[in-house]
């Protein structure tokens, strides 16, 4: 394993999830805009889309990304719920994040 990386999008308010790439159908691509993220998913059921639209003003993007031989790294993003879009005809959401909080999660276990 070189480096593994997976993406989920959350509801902030409650913590449920809405989007996982190790267990759902669906694939995603990151960038860097600006001072920005822009995620872009595809494959989504419209049921998925529906939830993430309808709460896109309270959603967080997460990306893990674990390297050989280093700790998991969680990064946490912020969305910027009126830059959520969904494009039906070639169904793909579109997600912009405007901020980034990276950490190593294991920093924080208690002993």
Do not use: C
């Not at 990386?5 to 959350?10: D, L, P, Q």
């Not at 993220?37 to 896109?56: A, K, N, Y």
């Not at 003003?57 to 879009?85: A, S, T």
């Not at 494009?87 to 276990?109: K, M, N, Q, W």
């Amino acid at each position: 394993m070189t480096q593994q990386e997976w993406f989920m999008v959350k509801h902030a308010v409650t913590g449920r999830g809405l989007v996982n790439s190790k267990t759902d159908s669906m694939s995603y691509r990151y960038q860097r805009e600006g001072t920005g993220f822009v995620f872009i998913v595809t494959g989504l059921e419209q049921q998925v889309v529906d939830s993430i639209m309808e709460l896109r003003q309270e959603l967080n993007v997460f990306r893990f990304v674990q390297r050989k031989d280093q700790p998991l790294v969680k990064h946490w993003y912020y969305v910027q719920g009126d830059r959520v879009q969904y494009d039906g005809e070639r169904h793909t959401l579109t997600i912009y994040a405007e901020s980034e909080i990276r950490y190593v999660p294991e920093d924080y276990f208690a002993d």
